[in-house]
């Protein structure tokens, strides 16, 4: 007679899901891919690659039809489309690898438990999402079936940069003016459904303790910065210190630094700022389709909005340096705030300032009239999908 205890025990979860697939583009060379999943709180990166799959002429027709998906040089038919191959390929994948998963990873971590994330009893931190468990295998068939290859020792061909550097000084300045230096571990994560916690990559949204007292938990923006992003981290920092010694009205719709998340060693995996949840609108728009759509004394509470942040920005001593509707995000009552105060010129941005003029007063009013001159644009069309609130998220 079977026990009761196992007749009673729960069936092992597998939650999954490919979070990126990282294609190589190189011309001429192999139709090589790494896929990411996130498995029962696990990162795992499969290798794939022609060369280890030529065996299993079914399953190097559906890869190849995937590469090509995922490199845009798929040919679409009638019966096929584009996303569908890349959905069908990655649910296909990750039932290929479900006896590995069982293998490797057969429980799910208390903080990403579906049932306790429901109730709020679990509540995961950053540092599970910056610093997972982390598995590499070489996909490998014969025969059509599969064989996933621990890949560990081999080179990695894709590399994930968390952490950055920050001068010693510029910490040293940013905490004396109050901003607050945590550890990933003491930030938990704020998700809006339980499979945003369960598949998110690294999230956004996190609920930070920033004056130390355990009670009150302030929402935050996380921002990381991703390889490369050393420059971009530090002139960000810069520009958010230049912030906190002005006399900038602390009303003033800018987005601020309230936080600097750290690793042991002193490195920086990335900011937290101010937490804008959009409603109908995102950021202001930026082309004549979309704006066609935005109630014409919307735009206007707009235009005043973003004249009056400019004016409090220069009297404060500040440049915004980013006079673009894309720096303009919308909050969720409507209204209007500035970030960009670090960034150079960027030629995405052709015809709301001047090259020669970025980063001065000169090119922030320029940018300003231009902005006005596109919000004052007086025709408007109805918008069925405006007509509804969308789900809070983020866009910096």
């Given at each position: 007679?079977?026990?009761?205890?196992?007749?009673?025990?729960?069936?092992?979860?597998?939650?999954?899901?490919?979070?990126?697939?990282?294609?190589?583009?190189?011309?001429?060379?192999?139709?090589?891919?790494?896929?990411?999943?996130?498995?029962?709180?696990?990162?795992?990166?499969?290798?794939?690659?022609?060369?280890?799959?030529?065996?299993?002429?079914?399953?190097?027709?559906?890869?190849?039809?995937?590469?090509?998906?995922?490199?845009?040089?798929?040919?679409?038919?009638?019966?096929?489309?584009?996303?569908?191959?890349?959905?069908?390929?990655?649910?296909?994948?990750?039932?290929?690898?479900?006896?590995?998963?069982?293998?490797?990873?057969?429980?799910?971590?208390?903080?990403?438990?579906?049932?306790?994330?429901?109730?709020?009893?679990?509540?995961?931190?950053?540092?599970?999402?910056?610093?997972?468990?982390?598995?590499?295998?070489?996909?490998?068939?014969?025969?059509?079936?599969?064989?996933?290859?621990?890949?560990?020792?081999?080179?990695?061909?894709?590399?994930?940069?968390?952490?950055?550097?920050?001068?010693?000084?510029?910490?040293?300045?940013?905490?004396?003016?109050?901003?607050?230096?945590?550890?990933?571990?003491?930030?938990?994560?704020?998700?809006?459904?339980?499979?945003?916690?369960?598949?998110?990559?690294?999230?956004?949204?996190?609920?930070?303790?920033?004056?130390?007292?355990?009670?009150?938990?302030?929402?935050?923006?996380?921002?990381?910065?991703?390889?490369?992003?050393?420059?971009?981290?530090?002139?960000?920092a810069e520009a958010h210190l230049r912030v906190l010694l002005s006399t900038l009205a602390p009303d003033a719709r800018v987005l601020r630094?309230?936080?600097?998340?750290?690793?042991?060693?002193?490195?920086?995996?990335?900011?937290?700022?101010?937490?804008?949840?959009?409603?109908?609108?995102?950021?202001?728009?930026?082309?004549?389709?979309?704006?066609?759509?935005?109630?014409i004394p919307l735009r206007q509470r707009w235009k005043r909005q973003i004249g009056e942040t400019v004016e409090q920005l220069h009297e404060?001593?500040?440049?915004?340096?980013?006079?673009?509707?894309?720096?303009?995000?919308?909050?969720?009552?409507?209204?209007?705030?500035?970030?960009?105060?670090?960034?150079?010129?960027?030629?995405?941005?052709?015809?709301?300032?001047?090259?020669?003029?970025?980063?001065?007063?000169?090119?922030?009013?320029?940018?300003?009239?231009?902005?006005?001159?596109?919000?004052?644009?007086?025709?408007?069309?109805?918008?069925?999908?405006?007509?509804?609130?969308?789900?809070?998220?983020?866009?910096?």
């Amino acid at each position: 007679m079977a026990s009761t205890s196992s007749s009673t025990e729960k069936p092992p979860l597998i939650l999954a899901k490919v979070l990126m697939n990282h294609h190589s583009h190189e011309s001429g060379g192999p139709e090589d891919c790494i896929t990411c999943i996130r498995c029962n709180g696990r990162l795992f990166y499969i290798g794939m690659s022609p060369v280890f799959i030529c065996g299993s002429p079914v399953i190097e027709s559906r890869y190849r039809k995937f590469t090509g998906a995922g490199k845009g040089t798929f040919v679409s038919t009638d019966e096929e489309h584009e996303e569908q191959v890349l959905e069908d390929f990655q649910n296909w994948l990750i039932a290929a690898l479900e006896p590995l998963f069982l293998e490797v990873c057969p429980d799910v971590p208390p903080s990403f438990d579906p049932e306790k994330l429901a109730t709020g009893e679990a509540r995961p931190v950053l540092s599970e999402y910056l610093f997972p468990d982390e598995y590499y295998y070489r996909l490998e068939t014969d025969k059509e079936k599969v064989f996933p290859v621990c890949s560990e020792d081999e080179d990695r061909q894709f590399i994930h940069s968390a952490v950055k550097h920050m001068h010693p000084e510029l910490a040293e300045e940013l905490e004396q003016h109050g901003v607050k230096f945590l550890d990933p571990s003491e930030i938990e994560v704020a998700f809006q459904d339980t499979k945003e916690a369960l598949f998110t990559r690294e999230p956004t949204r996190v609920l930070v303790d920033t004056d130390g007292s355990g009670r009150n938990k302030t929402l935050c923006h996380y921002k990381s910065f991703g390889p490369g992003g050393q420059i971009a981290l530090e002139k960000e920092a810069e520009a958010h210190l230049r912030v906190l010694l002005s006399t900038l009205a602390p009303d003033a719709r800018v987005l601020r630094l309230l936080g600097v998340v750290t690793v042991p060693g002193g490195m920086v995996t990335g900011l937290l700022l101010t937490q804008i949840d959009h409603g109908r609108y995102n950021t202001c728009p930026s082309y004549e389709g979309l704006l066609l759509h935005v109630p014409i004394p919307l735009r206007q509470r707009w235009k005043r909005q973003i004249g009056e942040t400019v004016e409090q920005l220069h009297e404060a001593g500040l440049i915004w340096g980013g006079a673009t509707p894309w720096n303009v995000l919308i909050d969720r009552n409507d209204d209007a705030w500035m970030i960009g105060f670090s960034g150079g010129y960027a030629e995405g941005w052709p015809g709301w300032v001047d090259e020669d003029k970025f980063g001065t007063k000169e090119g922030d009013l320029q940018g300003l009239a231009r902005i006005v001159e596109h919000l004052s644009n007086e025709e408007y069309e109805e918008y069925e999908e405006f007509k509804y609130d969308s789900c809070s998220d983020d866009f910096m």
